[in-house]
């Protein structure tokens, strides 16, 4: 099956500071999704960014389909940030559910 | 609110019992899929339903079964339990494979 790989694995950083999360993917894909899981564990959608660019307040995401990664841009961090970031994509060989990564586990400190 | 609906939000069973955990999926979504989360683990993908067929198994344990009914609502069925299973269990829904899929606030369950 695909294999989705995403880094860091764990990332602290200072509230206000930037960062970047990287997803790597082993084939085509016609669904790549961002999540954010918060400490209650509920899991948020941040991007549908199968390809392109988007932006949406302090987050924005690339995704390079020919290349087979994304990335997940977080700028001017804060505390509510803090939790795990998830990729996770869908084979592009029709209606196949997502395949998640690991995940990035981020702490934002004040 | 994703407007995926699960319910119970938390369960706590002995080992040896049944549970059926529940999910609607958003208005219009004909997909439900199924994930477990263990402690600190990855989200791992169970079971795939389409307008009420199956459409993917992942890694479902035989003692688990899941089916989708005509009003597209889905059931997971865990039998057997065992304190392994303990776990968040989410259920999602998409209209198709390639479109967004939304999940539920989960299913917290404890077996003891």
């Known amino acids: 099956g695909i294999q989705v790989e995403q880094s860091p694995p764990d990332l602290i950083l200072q509230e206000g500071a930037n960062s970047t999360l990287r997803c790597n993917f082993s084939d085509s894909v016609n669904n790549l999704q961002w999540f954010h899981q918060n400490p209650w564990g509920q899991l948020i959608n941040l991007f549908y960014?199968?390809?392109g660019t988007k932006q949406n307040g302090r987050l924005s995401a690339t995704t390079v389909a020919t290349e087979r990664y994304s990335l997940l841009y977080i700028s001017s961090s804060q505390t509510t940030d803090s939790g795990v970031y998830f990729c996770a994509v869908a084979r592009n060989s029709g209606n196949t559910p997502l395949v998640f990564g690991k995940g990035t586990r981020l702490s934002v400190i004040a | 609110d994703s407007g995926v609906t699960q319910t119970p939000k938390h369960l706590i069973t002995a080992t040896g019992q049944r549970v059926t955990l529940r999910c609607s999926p958003r208005?219009?979504?004909?997909?439900v899929y199924w994930y477990q989360q263990s402690l600190d683990q990855g989200l791992q993908f169970l079971i795939q339903?389409?307008?009420?067929?199956?459409?993917a198994k992942g890694n479902i344990l035989e003692r688990f079964s899941a089916q989708q009914f005509p009003d597209l609502h889905s059931e997971l069925n865990l039998s057997s339990l065992e304190l392994g299973d303990s776990a968040l269990y989410f259920c999602?829904?998409?209209?198709?494979?390639?479109?967004?899929?939304?999940f539920g606030q989960g299913t917290r369950l404890t077996v003891v």
């Open positions: 960014i199968p390809s």
């Open positions: 339903y389409y307008n009420g067929e199956e459409r």
């Open positions: 999602a829904s998409s209209f198709a494979g390639d479109t967004e899929a939304f």
């Open positions: 208005s219009g979504d004909l997909s």
